[in-house]
Structures are given as structure tokens and as C-alpha cells.
């Protein structure tokens, strides 16, 4: 499958589920794309204030991988400054018996732009 920038779909979430603030993502494929192997491969621009709360990843994977600015991140007991360059593997939690607990936080004054990806396990 070959999928051209414009066909690339971007969608906007503001204060819901575990999203305080607002992001943007570029859903480079759709789950369906990607034969249900993963659940999520996007672009997310995080603007200067806004996060992703700390959630679980229990029976999947994720992997962020950050292109622009500078995000703080945890990862289970792990707090983190990560800038262009850095990856994070979050993931089954299943696996430990306690979940794998992860989130990330833009206080700079510039958004963070990072690839995200679930798997499956």
C-alpha cells in the first residue's frame, strides 16, 4: 500500500478521555491500513500546555518518538525531559502483573511533534 501525504486524515481532540488541552493527529494509517496489527501509527502535535494523562497500556505496546521541541514524559515510576531524536517504548503490562503506566506534558513555550504507535500484543 502506498498512501500520499493528502490523503492523510488530521483530527483534533480537546479535554476528553485522558487528552488536558488539545492535540492534533495525523492519522498516517488506520488500523484497518496496517491489517489490525496495531491500533495506532500517528503524527500528534502537542501545543505548549497541553498533555496526554497517564494511562495504561495492558495487553498493547506504544512507542513515541519525538520529532519537534521538548516534552516532559513518564514511564511507570520514570519522569523524563525528551527532545527530536528521543523514543519511549511503553507496553504490556500484562506482562508485569501491575500495567505499563506512561504519559507525556508540553510545558515549553513551543508544541512537541511526535510519531505514536500501538501495538498489538
Do not use: W
Not at 60 to 67: F, H, K, M
Amino acid at each position: 500500500m502506498i498512501k500520499n501525504k493528502q490523503d492523510i486524515r488530521t483530527e483534533t481532540v480537546e479535554n476528553s478521555g485522558n487528552i488536558e488541552g488539545r492535540i492534533s493527529k495525523d492519522i498516517i494509517l488506520t488500523p484497518a491500513e496496517m491489517l489490525e496489527r496495531a491500533s495506532m501509527f500517528n503524527i500528534i502535535t502537542l501545543p505548549s500546555g497541553s498533555r496526554i494523562k497517564e494511562h495504561p497500556h495492558i495487553e498493547d505496546a506504544e512507542i513515541y518518538y519525538i520529532l519537534e521541541g521538548e516534552a516532559e514524559v513518564t514511564d511507570n515510576d520514570r519522569t523524563a525531559i525528551m527532545r527530536a531524536g528521543d523514543v519511549m517504548f511503553t507496553g504490556n503490562g500484562a506482562f508485569t502483573g501491575n500495567g505499563a503506566r506512561h504519559s507525556i506534558a508540553n510545558h515549553s513555550g513551543k508544541d512537541v511533534r511526535f510519531l505514536a504507535c500501538i501495538l498489538r500484543m
